[in-house]
């Protein structure tokens, strides 16, 4: 019966309420608005109340008094709404405690910048369940357009689980004005800094409970709360301020927070939870979707979402603790606990791949999806506990910035449909470059491959110039027992994983990188930029495939969203690099010559037989290794021409590039023959490049050809080759880090002519082995095909023309080897009519002939020397060997192949007729050289047979053998010759009276036979042959100190010409 009585007063007492609330002004809430189903506005009172509820006190019409944030008190005087039935007697004559007073069931208004308190007192048994609704209402202007409600203590029942009745006793709940009702609930016991912002500007909050706790346990309602109403202008952490607005999106209709959010490339776009910065609502699925329609022509959108500050997100992601435990970001099934968590699809449905799903709170770094659109799903749990730490150290929910970017539409930067991120880079499109992993995120367990393909003969450099791999935090990984998140895998050769295609056996692993492992980086390359040019990547920094092909394979297993990988590197498809040195051989019997001259210290023991045609091209490498730019300063490569002795090789250069060296080439007047003019300060600073022909007829002996060093565009045939084996070095020295292929090169062809197959010219039948002389003594002389007009010589070219020596002299533009009889003692003596001629008197010689004479052992030293055509010149050049000069033998010197040989060619342009002699001579001993004249003095024991003009010691085979071999004569003197024929006159003499005309028959004979003997052995002098390698000859060393004219005046002597024409006149009388 009591019972029932309470009930009746606590009905009266409600209804009063609402009579009196009817007669309030409440702008802005419309009469259909519910806080919660089933439920009406309450708004607050106005007149006082009586105790009993039955009758109410008269008042005077002042409705428009107060304002709506006030509580109109009896006495007329106006009080903030939190003042009503707060246990204060505020008005003066306690109308705003009557008796029964409660609450619950009323709007509040409140003024903007004023802090507003309310609590609601804990019901008692006998009034189970409790039902309490309280109406916040922001009326715009100075009244407010937001709420903020800071829940000061709460406690509502018991909170058991965030996913099932989860609020047995009691709960709260909040309902936005014009958002459906989530359902969602608060309980549990919980204090700190808990704040609620609403997303409109009229929420409902309701509290309910069914059952206290039981007595001894503690009590379980205790509900204090702080409220104020703020302008949307000072919502900055939402809206953003006045120099920079957020934009959060369009509301969907009919949703609580689903957006849309476009253009996202001119306005700042922001991605906020429900109710930002405040705590989140419960039991929510929020769908936010971005949208780019449009991109520049020939690009692509992409979206990415992130938040560099760790304090703007928290989602929910395990029981709070009071210690303040270390934030972080966990993934997957980790967000299982309370089921709060945000879902990122790469696309625009949730059937689209899951890029991740994440809670809990730190940094989010880019998160990027494939395509124009993205979707983002925000989910929580029914059930809660608002607990929130002190000190306020993170905001709760989340806000993500959104970014458009643009990437080229045939870049590799993204994954396109259905390719299963296989990137395939062909050096059809292009032979470099410079690959960087997809700007967008990837998926869980995604394995990503680049497989570079080349062309045959194409090898794969591969330098990476940065190389990032996010290490995943052991709390927040998916798997504690996995080895590592991201794993890379470089592998020599195609690793193509496809049914249809089988993969290829001969793929090799070069390398495999996992956790803080990294590959080789060629990091400083980073330092480059227009000004500075950086070292080029060496072979330790890189990566080189040994055939057309490479792959990396990079297998991801928990993606690259929260754990990014990146990385840069350069690639280029460059010709291999096996040698430069090549070898082009052909003989008529499809085989390369052997011969005897066809070995060169040039050469290397890696050279290639490239080729046994008869024609072709050959040209510079294209291996950027070779070249500064992959490393090399200097380059030397070696082009070899072998043929058989009877043919020949025609070279021509079509093309060729020497970079920006100081070097000129031009045609040599004296010998018309290419020649490179270098500045020597250039070369030492800047370097080389040039390409050089040299041929090899004797082993050993290298004669330089040609040398071009400048820029070719026009044809360039070099037709003036005499041996069968050529070599064409390309020699660049001191390049810079920038220099290739494409600075340094050349183009040419060759061909294999047989002699006199496309020439009209006599060739000369002599072989290069017959044109190698060794002796005491020698002459080569030069006979053209039509020979000038010589007064006296019309008897001795008759006579030659029977000779074995009309060979040698139509061997014109063709080298001679002479050697000494013994190379250990032995010195050359050469002598030619002639005198040495220079670029700067060249124009001074009357004739277009020429006759060089190099050292054999260094035929860079060399001397051109213009012939004299007649018999009655005076001017003559004398040579010889290297070391002569020498007072003391450097054996070292002395034991060099060819140290002391001669090279003599003739360069015929004109018809003419010329002679060089040549013969073996030695040194006095060292003990006798005490004065410059001694030589002539000293004792016959010492040097028996010698040439004083020469200070030189003969062969006593040469001396009064009938021929004229000192320069003077001396050799034939009759003071010298005499001895040999006192005792045959005497013998004469004695036995002319005793044997008559016997002996004088006897005498004619002997003379006869001696003749015939002494012309025998002349000709056999003249044909010696010998093998020979490398020489050097010193031309300081010409005439020894003497000229020609000295050395005639003083000895009578007679030029290489009168010597010839003595002696053939000589043998005539015999």
Same mark, same amino acid.
């Given at each position: 019966m009591l019972m029932c009585r309470r009930l009746l007063l606590i009905a009266a007492a409600i209804t009063a309420s609402i009579e009196a609330g009817s007669a309030s002004y409440h702008p802005g809430i419309s009469s259909d608005y519910s806080g919660y189903p089933g439920f009406p506005v309450y708004p607050a009172s106005t007149s006082s109340e009586t105790s009993s509820g039955a009758t109410t006190t008269p008042t005077t019409n002042l409705e428009n008094v107060c304002r709506p944030s006030e509580y109109l008190c009896g006495t007329g005087n106006c009080v903030a709404q939190d003042k009503y039935c707060d246990g204060e007697n505020d008005c003066g004559d306690n109308s705003d405690e009557p008796k029964y007073c409660t609450l619950c069931n009323r709007t509040l208004y409140g003024d903007v910048g004023r802090t507003y308190r309310v609590e609601v007192r804990r019901p008692r048994e006998d009034r189970l369940p409790f039902l309490c609704h309280l109406n916040f209402t922001a009326a715009g202007s100075d009244l407010g357009d937001l709420v903020q409600l800071t829940f000061d203590t709460f406690t509502v029942g018991r909170f058991l689980s965030f996913t099932?009745?989860?609020?047995? &006793?009691?709960?709260?709940?909040?309902?936005?004005?014009?958002?459906?009702?989530?359902?969602?609930? =608060?309980?549990?016991?919980? =204090?700190?800094?808990? *704040?609620?912002?609403?997303?409109?500007?009229?929420?409902?909050?309701?509290?309910?409970?069914?059952?206290?706790?039981?007595?001894?346990?503690?009590?379980?309602?205790?509900?204090?709360?702080?409220?104020?109403?703020?302008?949307?202008?000072?919502?900055?952490?939402?809206?953003?301020?006045?120099?920079?607005?957020?934009?959060?999106?369009?509301?969907?209709?009919?949703?609580?927070?689903?957006?849309?959010?476009?253009?996202?490339?001119? #306005?700042?776009?922001? %991605?906020?939870?429900?109710?930002?910065?405040?705590?989140?609502?419960?039991?929510?699925? $929020?769908?936010?979707?971005?949208?780019?329609?449009?991109?520049?022509?020939?690009?692509?959108?992409?979206?990415? *979402?992130?938040?560099?500050?760790?304090?703007?997100?928290?989602?929910?992601?395990?029981? *709070?603790?009071?210690?303040?435990?270390?934030?972080?970001?966990?993934? =997957?099934?980790?967000?299982?606990?309370?089921?709060?968590?945000?879902?990122?699809?790469?696309?625009?449905?949730?059937?689209?791949?899951? %890029?991740?799903?994440? $809670?809990?709170?730190?940094?989010?770094?880019?998160?990027?999806?494939?395509?124009?659109?993205?979707?983002?799903?925000?989910?929580?749990?029914?059930?809660?506990?608002?607990?929130?730490?002190?000190?306020?150290?993170?905001?709760?929910?989340?806000e993500l910035e959104v970014q458009v970017l643009f990437v080229d539409e045939k870049s590799r930067s993204f994954v396109k449909e259905n390719n299963n991120c296989d990137f395939y880079i062909p050096s059809d499109e292009s032979s470099s470059g410079v690959l960087e992993n997809p700007k967008h995120s990837l998926p869980p367990n995604t394995t990503c491959r680049y497989h570079f393909q080349g062309k045959p003969n194409e090898i794969v450099w591969l330098s990476f110039v940065k190389y990032y791999a996010a290490s995943a935090d052991a709390a927040a990984s998916i798997d504690v027992a996995s080895d590592c998140n991201a794993k890379l895998l470089i592998w020599d050769g195609d690793r193509t994983i496809n049914k249809l295609i089988p993969m290829r056996k001969n793929i090799t692993l070069m390398g495999q990188f996992c956790k803080d492992d990294t590959p080789r980086?060629?990091?400083?390359?980073?330092?480059?930029?227009?000004?500075?040019?950086?070292?080029?990547?060496?072979?330790?920094?890189?990566?080189?495939?040994?055939?057309?092909?490479?792959?990396?394979?990079?297998?991801?297993?928990?993606?690259?969203?929260?754990?990014?990988?990146?990385?840069?590197?350069?690639?280029?498809?460059?010709?291999?690099?096996?040698?430069?040195?090549?070898?082009?051989?052909?003989?008529?019997?499809?085989?390369?010559?052997?011969?005897?001259?066809?070995?060169?210290?040039?050469?290397?023991?890696?050279?290639?037989?490239?080729?046994?045609?008869?024609?072709?091209?050959?040209?510079?490498?294209?291996?950027?290794?070779?070249?500064? #730019?992959?490393?090399?300063?200097?380059?030397? $490569?070696?082009?070899?021409?072998?043929?058989?002795?009877?043919?020949?090789?025609?070279?021509?250069?079509? #093309?060729?590039?020497?970079?920006?060296?100081?070097?000129?080439?031009?045609?040599?007047?004296?010998?018309?023959?290419?020649?490179?003019?270098?500045?020597?300060?250039?070369?030492?600073?800047?370097?080389?490049?040039?390409?050089?022909?040299?041929?090899?007829? =004797?082993?050993?002996?290298?004669?330089?050809?040609?040398?071009?060093?400048?820029?070719?565009?026009?044809?360039?045939?070099?037709?003036?080759?005499?041996?069968?084996?050529?070599?064409?070095?390309?020699?660049?020295?001191?390049?810079?880090?920038?220099?290739?292929?494409?600075?340094?090169?050349? @183009?040419?062809?060759?061909?294999?002519?047989?002699?006199?197959?496309?020439?009209? @010219?006599?060739?000369?039948?002599?072989?290069?082995?017959?044109?190698?002389?060794?002796?005491?003594?020698?002459?080569?002389?030069?006979?053209?095909?039509?020979?000038?007009?010589?007064?006296?010589?019309?008897?001795?070219?008759?006579?030659?023309?029977?000779?074995? &020596?009309?060979?040698?002299?139509?061997?014109?533009?063709?080298?001679?080897?002479?050697?000494?009889?013994?190379?250990?003692?032995?010195?050359?003596?050469?002598?030619?009519?002639?005198?040495?001629?220079?670029?700067?008197?060249?124009?001074? $010689?009357?004739?277009?002939?020429?006759?060089?004479?190099?050292?054999?052992?260094?035929?860079?030293?060399?001397?051109?020397?213009?012939?004299?055509?007649?018999?009655?010149?005076?001017?003559? *050049?004398?040579f010889f060997s290297g070391g002569w000069n020498y007072s003391a033998i450097n054996t070292t010197v002395a034991m060099m192949q060819h140290s002391r040989s001669f090279?003599?060619?003739?360069?015929?342009?004109?018809?003419?007729?010329?002679?060089?002699?040549?013969?073996?001579?030695?040194?006095?001993?060292?003990?006798?050289?005490?004065?410059?004249?001694?030589?002539?003095?000293?004792p016959h024991e010492e040097c028996p047979y010698r040439c004083p003009e020469i200070q030189a010691c003969i062969s006593s085979v040469l001396w009064c053998d009938g021929i004229r071999h000192c320069p003077s004569g001396f050799d034939e003197e009759e003071t010298n010759c005499s001895y040999r024929f006192g005792v045959t006159l005497l013998y004469v003499a004695v036995g002319a009276g005793a044997l008559g005309i016997f002996l004088i028959l006897l005498l004619a004979t002997g003379c006869l036979k001696y003749c015939l003997y002494r012309h025998k052995a002349r000709k056999k002098k003249k044909n010696v042959v010998l093998n020979v390698n490398h020489l050097h000859v010193n031309h300081t060393h010409h005439n020894n100190g003497l000229t020609g004219s000295r050395l005639s005046g003083r000895y009578n002597l007679a030029t290489p010409q009168e010597m010839y024409l003595e002696n053939y006149g000589k043998d005539s009388i015999c």
């Open positions: 099932s009745e989860g609020c047995p &006793d009691g709960y709260m709940t909040i309902r936005e004005k014009g958002r459906p009702a989530t359902g969602g609930q =608060w309980c549990g016991s919980a =204090w700190g800094y808990t *704040v609620y912002y609403s997303e409109t500007p009229s929420i409902n909050l309701t509290l309910y409970l069914l059952r206290l706790a039981e007595q001894g346990s503690g009590y379980n309602f205790d509900f204090k709360l702080s409220y104020k109403f703020l302008r949307r202008s000072e919502a900055h952490l939402r809206y953003g301020n006045s120099s920079m607005s957020t934009w959060r999106g369009e509301l969907v209709n009919g949703t609580y927070c689903d957006r849309v959010l476009t253009k996202c490339d001119t #306005r700042a776009c922001r %991605l906020q939870s429900p109710n930002y910065p405040g705590v989140y609502p419960r039991n929510v699925t $929020c769908y936010y979707r971005v949208e780019q329609n449009r991109a520049p022509p020939g690009h692509r959108a992409l979206l990415a *979402v992130s938040q560099r500050n760790s304090h703007k997100i928290h989602i929910k992601d395990q029981v *709070v603790k009071y210690d303040g435990s270390q934030r972080i970001l966990r993934v =997957w099934d980790q967000c299982n606990v309370v089921q709060d968590y945000l879902t990122v699809y790469d696309g625009g449905s949730t059937s689209d791949k899951v %890029l991740v799903r994440l $809670c809990g709170g730190d940094a989010v770094p880019d998160i990027v999806s494939s395509h124009n659109t993205m979707l983002l799903e925000f989910h929580t749990s029914p059930y809660d506990n608002p607990f929130h730490p002190v000190p306020l150290s993170f905001l709760p929910g989340f980086l060629c990091d400083h390359s980073l330092l480059r930029n227009g000004s500075r040019h950086a070292r080029p990547c060496s072979l330790a920094e890189s990566y080189v495939s040994s055939g057309r092909d490479l792959t990396l394979e990079h297998i991801l297993r928990q993606g690259s969203a929260l754990y990014p990988i990146s990385f840069v590197l350069r690639y280029e498809f460059v010709h291999e690099a096996v040698s430069c040195n090549h070898v082009f051989g052909f003989a008529s019997t499809s085989s390369t010559s052997s011969t005897s001259s066809s070995s060169s210290s040039s050469s290397s023991s890696t050279s290639l037989l490239s080729s046994l045609a008869k024609a072709g091209k050959f040209a510079s490498p294209k291996s950027v290794f070779f070249y500064g #730019r992959g490393g090399a300063q200097n380059v030397s $490569c070696v082009y070899r021409f072998e043929t058989e002795p009877d043919h020949r090789i025609e070279l021509s250069i079509s #093309r060729a590039s020497f970079g920006d060296k100081g070097c000129s080439s031009y045609v040599d007047p004296l010998v018309n023959r290419w020649t490179c003019d270098r500045r020597i300060g250039d070369s030492t600073k800047f370097g080389t490049a040039e390409l050089i022909v040299a041929e090899y007829p =004797w082993q050993g002996v290298e004669l330089v050809r040609d040398c071009l060093c400048s820029n070719v565009s026009d044809r360039i045939v070099l037709r003036t080759l005499t041996s069968n084996v050529i070599e064409v070095r390309f020699t660049v020295t001191l390049m810079n880090v920038t220099q290739d292929y494409r600075d340094f090169y050349f @183009e040419g062809e060759y061909r294999f002519v047989a002699l006199g197959a496309e020439s009209s @010219e006599q060739g000369c039948s002599t072989k290069l082995e017959e044109r190698r002389l060794r002796g005491t003594s020698g002459e080569i002389s030069l006979r053209s095909p039509l020979p000038r007009v010589i007064p006296g010589v019309a008897a001795v070219e008759e006579i030659l023309t029977n000779t074995e &020596d009309l060979t040698a002299t139509q061997c014109v533009n063709e080298p001679w080897l002479i050697e000494p009889e013994d190379a250990r003692i032995n010195y050359l003596y050469l002598r030619t009519a002639g005198y040495s001629i220079t670029l700067d008197n060249v124009e001074e $010689c009357t004739t277009l002939n020429r006759i060089v004479v190099y050292s054999a052992a260094n035929t860079k030293d060399r001397s051109v020397i213009c012939p004299e055509g007649g018999v009655d010149t005076a001017r003559t *050049v004398d090279v003599v060619e003739f360069l015929q342009r004109e018809p003419g007729f010329y002679a060089v002699t040549w013969m073996a001579i030695s040194k006095r001993s060292s003990s006798s050289s005490v004065g410059p004249n001694v030589f002539s003095i000293m």
